[in-house]
């Protein structure tokens, strides 16, 4: 039985506290006894008989978070020096740069990797168009593109709220696969808009990740380019997703000896994420896939792809053995509905369908929620592999060894291995590039 989550990080505390045993376990006892958790705890100074200490307290809400502060400044020989929205501050400025590992010093250096040096490079190129791939960034350059309109699970926030989101995907692409990833905000929700812009744009890039844009739309515009561009282009919150979620269940088959493909699995809302995972897990075997999506056209699509329609979301999760919700509806889930055995995964952000300690205390076998499944343990190995192959597409070959090479890395017990294990990648973009080379996805 495992629980895979982890709660919101709300603040740092910083605290001015008497050194003597038991004042730092005052502190730790009201934490937990208001249901809250703490992260790192640093000493930032020590005094002649107090230390400061910077605490990092998880909690659920901010309520509770005000709690416990309170609770906090009542004690004796604990003093409150500032609260830090740790958060807040990390955005500042934004999370990501262009730099660059060239250093210029003199005229001539600026000669070289400027004008008037800078032509020649563009002649040879503009004579042989293959050289860009060893003479500019753009095979390195992945556009992140949104129009804003699925923003984790906070719906149509629009293009300029949800770049937090891009820098963070843009982050982990340099961080986990050494690529440039550039947000791209679209302000249009027409399709046609938002292909011709990515057309007209695409030059510029490698690959093309397409983030938090809703379905339908998303299936529409991610067909068209894939049909028009010869670089890879995925729907990350379609395919990145579908491919940790497969990488989940092969483990679960792993762990309770089942065979996966003979299982029933249900998957709540069937926009991008929900569609993905349909395609991923029929592409790899398994047919007993039944659905609930309050949209009716997102129900016929799943139908017609070879689903089957469930009439409500209490239904569906009674009857399957395998629960995966990707909905954008925090507690959809009760916790009467779960069945002994089950397995959930719970993937709308920031907040689940069912918390995974609520699933197992209501008789789940294991549950996640989308913070552990989540599709950044994909998307970095995936575009890193297809442009190492130059590949033209993303198809479900290299997806399918993206997931089984994830699944691979989990430690024993858990479902998926830890987003920030940079063999995980490695070894995702060297099996993603072999299965590209196989099934001739090259160029
Ligand atoms: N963990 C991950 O890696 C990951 C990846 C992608 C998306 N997600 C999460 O999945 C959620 C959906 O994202 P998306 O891109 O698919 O959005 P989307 O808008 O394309 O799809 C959401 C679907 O859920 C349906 N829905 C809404 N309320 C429902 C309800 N009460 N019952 C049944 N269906 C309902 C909608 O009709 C829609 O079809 C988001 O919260 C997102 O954070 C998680
Ligand atoms: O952004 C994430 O954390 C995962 C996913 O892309 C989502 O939209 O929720
Ligand atoms: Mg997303």
Same mark, same amino acid.
């Given at each position: 039985?495992?629980?895979?989550?982890?709660?919101?990080?709300?603040?740092?505390?910083?605290?001015?506290?008497?050194?003597?045993?038991?004042?730092?376990?005052?502190?730790?006892?009201?934490? %937990?006894?208001?249901?809250?958790?703490?992260?790192? @705890?640093?000493?930032?100074?020590?005094?002649?008989?107090?230390?400061?200490?910077?605490?990092?307290?998880?909690?659920?809400?901010?309520?509770?978070?005000?709690?416990?502060?309170?609770?906090?400044?009542?004690?004796?020989?604990? =003093?409150? +020096?500032?609260?830090?929205?740790?958060?807040?501050?990390?955005?500042?400025?934004?999370?990501?740069?262009?730099?660059?590992?060239?250093? #210029?010093?003199?005229?001539?250096?600026?000669?070289?990797?400027?004008?008037?040096?800078?032509?020649?490079?563009?002649?040879?190129?503009?004579?042989?168009?293959?050289?860009?791939?060893?003479?500019?960034?753009?095979?390195?350059?992945?556009?992140?593109?949104?129009?804003?309109?699925?923003?984790?699970?906070?719906?149509?926030?629009?293009?300029?709220?949800?770049?937090?989101?891009?820098?963070?995907?843009?982050?982990?692409?340099?961080?986990?696969?050494?690529?440039?990833?550039?947000?791209?905000?679209?302000?249009?929700?027409?399709?046609?808009?938002?292909?011709?812009?990515?057309?007209?744009?695409?030059?510029?890039?490698?690959?093309?990740?397409?983030?938090?844009?809703?379905?339908?739309?998303?299936?529409?515009?991610?067909?068209?380019?894939? =049909?028009? +561009?010869?670089?890879?282009?995925?729907?990350?919150?379609?395919? %990145?997703?579908?491919?940790?979620?497969?990488?989940?269940?092969?483990? #679960?088959?792993?762990?309770?000896?089942?065979?996966?493909?003979?299982?029933?699995?249900? @998957?709540?809302?069937?926009?991008?994420?929900?569609?993905?995972?349909?395609?991923?897990?029929?592409?790899?075997? #398994?047919?007993?896939?039944?659905?609930?999506?309050?949209?009716? =056209?997102?129900?016929?699509?799943?139908?017609?792809?070879?689903? *089957?329609?469930?009439?409500?979301?209490?239904?569906?999760?009674?009857?399957?053995?395998?629960?995966?919700?990707?909905?954008?509806?925090?507690?959809?889930?009760?916790?009467?509905?779960?069945?002994?055995?089950?397995?959930?995964?719970?993937?709308?952000?920031?907040?689940?369908?069912?918390?995974?300690?609520?699933?197992?205390?209501?008789?789940?076998? *294991?549950?996640?929620?989308?913070?552990?499944?989540?599709?950044?343990?994909?998307?970095?190995?995936?575009?890193?592999?297809?442009?190492?192959?130059?590949?033209?597409?993303?198809?479900?070959?290299?997806?399918?060894?993206?997931?089984?090479?994830?699944?691979?890395?989990?430690?024993?017990?858990?479902?998926?291995?830890?987003?920030?294990?940079?063999?995980?990648?490695?070894?995702?973009?060297?099996?993603? =590039?072999?299965?590209?080379?196989?099934?001739?996805?090259?160029?």
């Amino acid at each position: 039985m495992r629980i895979e989550y982890s709660d919101k990080i709300i603040c740092t505390v910083r605290i001015k506290i008497f050194d003597k045993p038991g004042f730092l376990g005052k502190v730790a006892t009201i934490v %937990g006894d208001y249901g809250g958790m703490f992260g790192e @705890i640093k000493t930032v100074h020590i005094g002649k008989d107090y230390k400061i200490r910077d605490l990092d307290i998880y909690t659920d809400d901010e309520k509770k978070f005000a709690e416990i502060v309170s609770a906090i400044d009542a004690l004796d020989g604990i =003093e409150i +020096l500032e609260i830090k929205d740790v958060v807040m501050e990390v955005h500042e400025g934004g999370k990501i740069e262009v730099s660059t590992p060239i250093e #210029i010093e003199t005229m001539d250096d600026l000669s070289i990797v400027y004008t008037p040096g800078v032509a020649s490079v563009c002649r040879k190129i503009f004579e042989d168009r293959s050289l860009a791939d060893r003479y500019t960034t753009i095979k390195k350059n992945v556009a992140i593109v949104t129009n804003g309109t699925a923003i984790l699970g906070l719906g149509d926030i629009g293009p300029v709220a949800g770049m937090p989101v891009m820098e963070g995907k843009s982050l982990l692409l340099r961080i986990l696969a050494g690529l440039n990833g550039i947000p791209i905000l679209i302000d249009s929700k027409d399709p046609k808009v938002i292909v011709d812009t990515i057309k007209n744009i695409s030059p510029t890039f490698g690959a093309i990740k397409l983030e938090d844009i809703k379905a339908p739309e998303c299936f529409e515009i991610e067909k068209e380019l894939d =049909e028009i +561009l010869d670089i890879p282009v995925m729907h990350d919150d379609q395919h %990145g997703t579908a491919v940790v979620v497969l990488a989940a269940l092969i483990n #679960i088959g792993k762990y309770t000896f089942k065979n996966i493909r003979k299982s029933s699995v249900g @998957i709540l809302g069937l926009g991008a994420a929900g569609s993905g995972i349909q395609k991923l897990l029929m592409a790899y075997g #398994i047919d007993k896939i039944y659905g609930f999506d309050i949209n009716e =056209e997102m129900v016929k699509r799943f139908v017609q792809r070879g689903g *089957f329609e469930t009439e409500s979301v209490e239904s569906l999760v009674k009857s399957v053995d395998i629960i995966i919700a990707t909905t954008g509806c925090p507690g959809l889930i009760k916790k009467e509905w779960v069945k002994n055995g089950q397995i959930i995964l719970a993937l709308t952000n920031p907040d689940p369908e069912i918390k995974p300690e609520d699933a197992i205390a209501a008789g789940a076998l *294991f549950a996640a929620d989308g913070k552990s499944v989540n599709n950044a343990l994909a998307f970095p190995g995936i575009f890193k592999g297809a442009l190492a192959a130059n590949a033209y597409t993303i198809n479900d070959a290299m997806k399918i060894a993206a997931s089984e090479t994830i699944a691979k890395f989990a430690m024993e017990g858990d479902l998926v291995p830890n987003i920030l294990n940079k063999q995980v990648h490695e070894s995702v973009a060297l099996a993603v =590039e072999n299965a590209a080379y196989k099934s001739k996805a090259v160029k």
